[in-house]
């Protein structure tokens, strides 16, 4: 029986997609099940099995005799090769996958499409890495050999947002795997179909039953089992700020390390001798990307003075150009993810209006999107202060901040002054101040002259402040995976 309800096009049976434990699709134990929506059309098209924590314990026990037999007798190059098998695979699919994903979160067919390249990529990167991973010999005193023994910790939990689950659950489950461990994953209650096909998919490319379970349900039901269970030996979370401190909390009650990737307010500093001509399509996409909804989201532009008013001239040019419609009509943007989140943007636009901030510009939503789907138009908002909740807070729309500086220090001070310290763009031809304000920025990652970097498989990523902890993504990933043993040797 397939995990899925076959979603290849746009036009699904109403079937239940089950859980995947042991390389099996089995139903939640009692049996209950959520809708699954389609955000371009605000209709139900499935049902999913609702997971709770009987379930979580059932794949956690699974994920554990995995460990303890065949997976973790599997040697690292073996474990390399079936992970490139899996990246092979999902080459393979990447196309009913991402209508999958696209109908499920309503993102715009190419941009579903990269997410399935980026996960293939992911399991190629870390496939390549397995066997590459290794301790290290240290000197000590006479008489003794000292050597560091990387281990995979055991059972690794994987908590994923609904918007990007494909990318987020290969840079985070490709990266254990490839370390040994065995592992839990509990997706968005809002998207877990593509990731339930990929199950499937690694099940064909050979990993042994209950090295990858997937337990779909409710945050507060299956997310907290997951976080709370003691059987678990490393938790992944992405997600919200107060989500992740819930989870950490209950990871802390019985020791377990966490690796927390939460929101952001990232800044784009632009400086006065900056190329705007190509620094302008960066900044836009930086917020439509997803519609808005990106933990990495370039959310807020400081822009020096001197040119402050040309560039929000030629941003709102180009945001009046931006589409937002149905995800199979692949136009700048798809719609929000779910009701809940358009509401969202909506309070946040009222608070706008109340304040009386400056709408700039706003895009349009097409005639022919359906009046159901959770649409927004992208907006820019100009000339907002920096203390204002807008400039502080994660919107996760596709709603543009624009902030004018006056200086090197105050752009700092500004961009610094949110709780959040994700990613931030800096746009300025001078080398040297490239250099001291990358330093001074605080924040996980600093883009000069480029935002985003095409996705960055190969890069460190994660956020320091309320932006979480820990890395995930490049080669660094793989010691969040493992722990380190020493072993003294006194032979004399
Ligand atoms: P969310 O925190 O509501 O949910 C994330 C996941 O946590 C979901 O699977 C959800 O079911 C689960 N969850 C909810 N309550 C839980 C609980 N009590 N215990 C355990 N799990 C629980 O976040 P969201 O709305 O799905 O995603 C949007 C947020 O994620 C944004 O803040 C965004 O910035 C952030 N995000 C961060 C990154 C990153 O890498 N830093 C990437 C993507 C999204």
Avoid at 102 to 107: A, F, I, L, M, N
Avoid at 433 to 461: C, D, H, K, T, W
Wanted: net charge negative; glycine share 10%; hydrophobic share 40%.
């Amino acid at each position: 029986m397939s995990a899925l309800p076959v979603p290849a096009d746009a036009t699904l049976p109403a079937t239940t997609a089950q859980l995947f434990i042991d390389n099996e699709a089995v139903p939640a134990q009692t049996g209950q099940t959520l809708p699954v929506v389609d955000p371009s059309t605000g209709t139900v098209f499935g049902q999913i099995a609702r997971g709770q924590r009987d379930d979580v314990d059932r794949a956690v026990r699974s994920a554990r005799r995995a460990f303890d037999g065949p997976w973790g007798r599997t040697d690292a190059a073996q474990r390399g090769r079936l992970l490139l098998k899996l990246a092979q695979l999902v080459e393979r699919e990447r196309e009913p996958l991402a209508r999958i994903e696209s109908r499920d979160t309503g993102k715009p067919l190419r941009q579903a499409r990269a997410d399935a390249t980026a996960l293939a990529r992911y399991f190629e990167f870390y496939g390549g890495a397995a066997d590459k991973l290794h301790g290290q010999t240290l000197p000590y005193q006479e008489g003794y050999t000292v050597m560091t023994l990387r281990e995979p910790h055991g059972v690794t939990g994987h908590i994923v947002p609904w918007n990007y689950p494909m990318q987020i659950f290969g840079r985070s489950v490709g990266a254990s795997l490839a370390a040994g461990n065995a592992c839990v994953v509990k997706p968005a209650e809002d998207a877990c179909l593509s990731l339930l096909r990929i199950g499937e998919l690694a099940a064909e490319a050979g990993l042994p039953p209950g090295t990858l379970n997937i337990v779909p349900g409710l945050g507060a039901e299956a997310g907290q089992a997951l976080a709370e269970h003691p059987g678990v030996d490393h938790l992944s979370f992405t997600g919200s700020t107060d989500t992740g401190r819930r989870v950490a909390q209950a990871a802390a009650a019985h020791f377990c390390p966490v690796t927390l990737e939460l929101g952001g307010k990232s800044p784009q500093l632009v400086f006065a001798d900056a190329d705007l001509q190509a620094a302008m399509p960066v900044l836009v996409n930086a917020i439509i990307q997803n519609a808005g909804q990106t933990c990495s989201a370039g959310s807020r532009i400081l822009v020096e003075r001197s040119i402050y008013d040309a560039t929000v001239a030629q941003l709102a040019e180009r945001f009046a150009a931006l589409r937002a419609g149905p995800a199979s009509a692949d136009l700048d943007l798809g719609p929000l993810v779910t009701r809940k989140q358009q509401q969202r943007v909506w309070d946040f636009l009222s608070d706008a209006q109340a304040s009386d901030l400056r709408f700039a510009a706003q895009g349009q939503i097409v005639d022919h999107a359906p009046s159901e789907g959770f649409y927004q138009a992208p907006v820019l908002l100009a000339d907002v202060p920096i203390e204002h909740r807008l400039s502080q807070h994660e919107i996760f729309g596709p709603v543009l901040i624009v902030t004018p500086f006056d200086d090197e220090a105050q752009a700092l001070a500004f961009a610094n002054g949110t709780d959040y310290g994700l990613v931030a763009g800096v746009w300025t031809q001078d080398g040297a101040r490239q250099m001291r304000i990358a330093r001074r920025l605080q924040s996980g990652q600093v883009f000069i002259n480029n935002y985003g970097a095409g996705g960055g498989v190969e890069l460190p990523f994660g956020g320091v402040k309320h932006s979480g902890y820990g890395r995930e993504k490049g080669f660094e990933a793989l010691y969040a995976f493992t722990s380190l043993k020493t072993v003294a040797i006194r032979h004399g």
